[in-house]
């Protein structure tokens, strides 16, 4: 099946700094990508999507010069918080969904946490 | 807009059937989803349906109904290792990202 990957799985970082998250598909192309956030006991909500070569669209109350995100390959989307404050901390789960599928696929997630 | 509701919690035993509803308001409709998620972990894929009707696979079953909007994950022979929350999903209003309810979070007791 289909996999995607995250990098990192968890990170602890310190307020003001910025950290970048890589979102892979590992074993097939994805034209589409997906951010989700999850803050505890609460279910995905959708910060952005990415095309492959074009600018990601964000949801409502997502701040895009906040929450960089780059999907410069049809195999590659990252995610950077820039500036992170403790109340970014939550867990980061992208997903991904090739030309041919409606199905999407999700990494493994990565836990942030900004002290 | 997109509306997804689902119970928030749900309990049952081992060896015994439960059914997870789910309800939703979409401007368009490109079909429903089910995902397992175990806590600290990304979701994993269960259900499509865009057809009315059941869809059986193996222990978990889902319905559809689009006239009323409304759909249903079927868990039989409950085990220990199926507590975890199970969320509902649909398209988005554009039809391009899956938006979620908030999960039902279901506890299997023995």
């Known amino acids: 099946g289909a996999v995607v990957s995250q990098h990192p799985s968890w990170v602890i970082c310190k307020s003001g700094t910025s950290v970048k998250i890589e979102c892979r598909s590992l074993d097939f192309q994805a034209t589409t990508m997906f951010w989700y956030r999850q803050f505890p006991k609460q279910s995905l909500m959708l910060m952005a999507t990415?095309?492959?070569?074009?600018?990601?669209?964000?949801e409502q109350g997502v701040e895009k010069d906040k929450f960089l995100i780059n999907h410069a390959s049809l195999t590659l989307s990252t995610l950077t918080v820039t500036s992170a404050h403790p109340e970014d901390s939550s867990f980061y789960i992208c997903?991904?969904?090739?030309?041919?599928?409606?199905?999407?696929?999700f990494g493994p997630g990565t836990r942030l946490t900004v002290l | 807009g997109q509306n997804i509701d689902q119970p928030t919690e749900m309990t049952a035993t081992e060896g015994a059937i439960v059914q997870i509803n789910c309800t939703y308001q979409t401007s368009g409709f490109n079909g429903l989803f089910w995902y397992q998620q175990h806590a600290g972990e990304a979701p994993t894929f269960l259900s499509y349906n865009v057809l009315d009707g059941l869809e059986e696979k193996g222990r978990f079953s889902s319905f559809l109904s689009r006239s009323k909007g409304y759909s249903y994950l079927l868990l039989k022979e409950l085990q220990m290792k199926d507590s975890a929350s199970y969320l509902c999903a649909g398209f988005n209003q554009a039809g391009t990202a899956l938006i979620f309810g908030k999960g039902t979070t279901l506890s299997v007791s023995s």
């Open positions: 990415s095309n492959e070569g074009s600018k990601a669209t964000y």
């Open positions: 997903s991904a969904r090739s030309r041919t599928d409606n199905e999407q696929f």
